[in-house]
């Protein structure tokens, strides 16, 4: 089982109004919002791919080996008021060109675990037993002190390492089970997902027994999608190359890899990310806004958006010699609404009813395994799988289960 590197983090305490509402250094609302929307769009190409959208086509793409890009679409409906029925229920109506049908149904589910970011498992999907070498920066070689070891046999059952996540960059889902008094989500077990061809350009319009309708127009639609070529660097770095695509603010690329122990078992497990600190998980792996990206640029936490390269040093390759699966995402453009507009006299009274929020993010991945490589750049690919011949152990098994692959 390849390990889930899309994994939350807990979000601090933060008030309801705040979760949504794009009102920083400004006067809050008298009262309100009652009701808070938040839509989240991405494009998914790569690994990815695969799996994005769900559905009869996610497992055909499996099984034929995917690589197309695909959408993904999440939304969420907060309220401070309960339903006028006994049964919550919502409606989200798009554009014809979303393909989705007249709307899509937003569920209240009973429970909602919460978002916690997670160690990586090895392949049998189990809590790893080794250790975690932690490297961060892009550059030839990696800089004196790293990397920071962390022993796993250390640490108790269940017990993240200290320190492992970043506590810097939250992740901020907005609404949430916990933080509304209903509340509807979706995807649901409704058989529809965003398709490749679905576009958000136009009005929405949000409807529901708990709330008031919130009414909008989207000017961004889905974002381009990424492609990676990784190859040969100088000193024996990994050189990651891509090409910038619009509307992105910044980039940030994840690695996690591994050696194959005594026995097949996984040993030695890395983990690196292009940050310049040392900063893994929360909000680097989710939706970030342009105004979260930008200082995360200026410290260089986040790659600016005219990056198209970076080196992954020679240490992580030497490291993770079996196993390499990277992540590139690109974070994009936010568009906020919210009714009533702000009163233009600062001291009339300002009752928000609902606000609104669009958050979009373009992701691509690849792995490498023992000479085997899916989801890169069709060239890099191509050349990589010419060389590739049948592996045991680690290589073998990963060749054997994946879609797409011939056993190398």
């Known amino acids: 089982m390849i390990p889930r590197l899309y994994v939350a983090a807990s979000v601090g305490v933060i008030t309801a109004a705040s979760l949504s509402l794009p009102l920083l250094a400004q006067k809050p609302p008298d009262s309100g919002p009652v009701a808070r929307y938040d839509m989240r769009a991405g494009t998914v190409s790569g690994m990815g791919s695969m799996t994005a959208g769900g559905g009869m086509g996610a497992m055909s793409r499996m ?7 695909q959408h993904e679409l999440w939304l969420r409906l907060g ?10 229920e919502a409606d989200h109506f798009m554009p014809s060109g979303a393909r989705l049908g007249k709307s899509v149904k937003l569920v209240t589910p009973v429970s909602e675990r919460g978002p916690a970011d997670e160690l990586p498992g090895d392949m ?9 070498l932690l490297y961060w920066g892009c550059g030839e070689h990696a800089p004196q002190g790293q990397p920071v070891v962390i022993d796993l046999a250390n640490l108790s059952a269940g017990q993240a390492p200290p320190d492992m996540w970043t506590s810097r960059v939250l992740r901020d889902w907005g609404p949430t089970l916990e933080n509304s008094k209903t509340f509807g989500r979706w995807p ?12 958000l350009l136009g009005a929405h319009r949000v409807a529901s027994n708990y709330g008031p309708e919130i009414a ?7 974002m381009a999608p990424l492609s990676v070529k990784a190859g040969s660097g100088p000193g024996g770095s990994i050189a990651l190359n891509w090409r910038a695509i619009p509307d992105a603010t910044g980039y940030h690329v994840y690695l996690f890899g591994g050696k194959q122990g005594p026995g097949g078992e996984m040993g030695d497990m890395v983990m690196w990310t292009s940050s310049a600190s040392r900063d893994f998980g929360g909000g680097l792996s989710d939706w970030l806004s342009p105004a979260q990206v930008s200082p995360l640029v200026r410290d260089n936490t986040v790659l600016a ?3 198209t390269s970076c080196l992954v040093p020679a240490e992580v390759k030497r490291d993770a010699p079996d196993f390499r699966f990277g992540t590139l995402a690109a974070f994009g453009p936010e568009e906020n609404f919210s009714y009533p507009p702000r009163p233009a006299d600062a001291n009339a009274r300002w009752d928000l009813q609902w606000t609104a929020r669009i958050r979009h993010r373009s992701t691509t991945s690849w792995m490498e395994a023992q000479g085997m490589s899916m989801g890169m750049a069709d060239d890099e690919s191509e050349a990589q799988e010419q060389e590739c011949k049948p592996k045991r152990g680690l290589g073998g098994l990963l060749g054997g289960v994946l879609p797409g692959s011939n056993g190398c």
Do not use: V, W
């Open 216 to 222: 909008f127009s989207l000017s961004k639609d889905f």
């Open 124 to 132: 049998s999907g189990e809590r790893p037993k080794g250790r975690i």
């Open 188 to 199: 649901a077990d409704d058989g529809k997902s965003a398709k490749p061809d679905s576009s």
């Open 79 to 88: 309220s401070s008021q309960g339903p006028a029925q006994s049964k919550a």
């Open 305 to 307: 958006p005219a990056t």
């Open 63 to 69: 099984f034929g080996g995917g690589g197309d890009a």
